[in-house]
């Protein structure tokens, strides 16, 4: 249970990094949001692993 936790917490804290460098720089968002998904796949899969 807390590893699903972390893993959604962990997905909400790169989702708003995300949104916040939008609307710093919406320029960057392309090669930034395939990084992200790579990391929110990553979360996604140590939490299923874990669990």
Sequence with gaps: ???VAFAA???LAAL???IG???VDPRT???ITGTCALIL???ALT???LH
């Design 41 to 43: 796949t990553l979360a």
């Design 21 to 23: 460098l939008a609307l």
């Design 29 to 31: 968002v392309p090669p």
């Design 9 to 11: 917490v962990f997905a």
């Design 16 to 18: 708003a990094a995300l």
């Design 1 to 3: 249970m807390r590893t």
């Design 47 to 49: 939490a299923a692993v």
